[in-house]
């Protein structure tokens, strides 16, 4: 694992750890979101609740610059969704995670009824995007990427804007991790054919 460059390092989520005899069904935990709605809320693999401050404006204008494009490529492309970071996908190994951005493949999507939709749908994103802010320690903010490779995710982005060296740690399934040092841009090809994401208004 990388040593993280930003010094003090952050603290990352409270994790509240809940005994066996509550049970946290998919209902429950949806309700419990939306009852603290000004809270980011993701559910470990071990069923540990990770509370997480709302994000700063600086790391939620840049959250929004990215959705933008990648929702504006989606509606042109045709071939999926696009999810911005309010989303909750539970993932095969039973967390709940909620990327900066996500895609899902038009027809794996339809495959889920109306009220999977509605709900935390179960089903992992076909791409993911995470930008760091920062309360994000760089060593979960990895283990989070593998975890989503580890389940199906086909692509995934770490944006590090607080790295000075201006990393993008590109994540596909059973291959070593790309590093990019200040780039301009990345490209989705070919999982996300014709997707590029210019990077210096995110910087």
Request: glycine share 8%.
């Amino acid at each position: 694992m990388e040593p993280d460059p930003v010094v003090p390092e952050p603290y990352g989520p409270i994790v509240l750890k809940l005994p066996p005899a509550v049970p946290l069904t998919d209902d429950v935990f949806f309700e419990l979101c939306a009852l603290n709605n000004d809270l980011r809320i993701e559910l470990s693999a071990r069923g540990d609740v990770e509370l997480m401050a709302p994000t700063g404006g600086t790391t939620g204008n840049r959250n929004g610059r990215i959705f933008i494009r990648l929702g504006i490529w989606a509606e042109s492309e045709g071939s999926g969704e696009a999810f911005d970071s309010s989303t909750g996908f539970k993932l095969p190994n039973g967390a709940v995670r909620s990327p900066d951005g996500a895609w899902v493949l038009k027809s794996r999507w339809e495959t889920l009824s109306h009220e999977e939709q509605e709900g935390v749908p179960s089903i992992n994103p076909d791409f993911v995007i995470e930008l760091r802010s920062p309360s994000d320690p760089l060593r979960l903010a990895m283990a989070k990427m593998e975890e989503y490779m580890e389940n199906g995710v086909r692509l995934g982005w770490l944006i590090d804007r607080l790295d000075r060296r201006r990393r993008v740690y590109i994540y596909r399934p059973n291959t070593p991790v790309e590093i990019l040092e200040a780039p301009e841009s990345i490209s989705g090809d070919p999982e996300l054919p014709g997707f590029t994401l210019e990077l210096t208004p995110i910087w």
